[in-house]
């Protein structure tokens, strides 16, 4: 698949934020806030530095975060919210971003990247289903949907217990 649009890719910053809570509550409505993921949201910030947007003529058309986490004691990422303008699908932004947010993950030495979310889009990327009940997160969730990208061999051996929200110093 390719992308013929003129797509640009950057790290987010502070003025793309009312653009992105658009283009969530597009994608996702106004039931996004009893999610499990958006209670994980309120609880953690998320890190501008592994968070993209993609930009088109200086307007945000997708955007993909991630968010230091607990689960247990094993720092890992939450990815999320990603989404992209309805009349950008299925152009590869979702794709670039989710790559994109990978690639700082590993470079910034997480081990692991946890969502909740579609096999069907995320089992391409590398993402696998957590065994149902190993992560408890804070609220209802469709524990099938809860998935995992191990960042490093074996770094998903063990991933289990309370998702917390992980102080940012002990990040980077
Ligand atoms: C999911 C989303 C971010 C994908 O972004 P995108 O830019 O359209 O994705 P890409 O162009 O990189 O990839 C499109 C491919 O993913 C597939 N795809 C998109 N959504 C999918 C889904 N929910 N399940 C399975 N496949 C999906 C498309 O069929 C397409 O497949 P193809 O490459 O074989 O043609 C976008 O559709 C979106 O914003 N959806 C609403 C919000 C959402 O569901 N976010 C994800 C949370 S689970």
Redesign the pocket.
Known sequence: ?SCLLDVAYLAEAPEHDPCITAIADE??GPGRFVRAAERVREMAPHDRRLSFVALLEGTVV?SVRLTPILIGTRPCLML?????RPQ?????????LMAMAETAALLAGEKVIMLV??R??YMPLGYRPLPVGSVVMPGPVDQTRILGLPLVENALDGVTGSVRARDVSQHG
């Open positions: 698949m994608a996702f997708g999320g919210p990603l989404a992209v950008f699908k299925g152009k590869g932004i979702g794709r670039r979310g579609d069907a889009y």
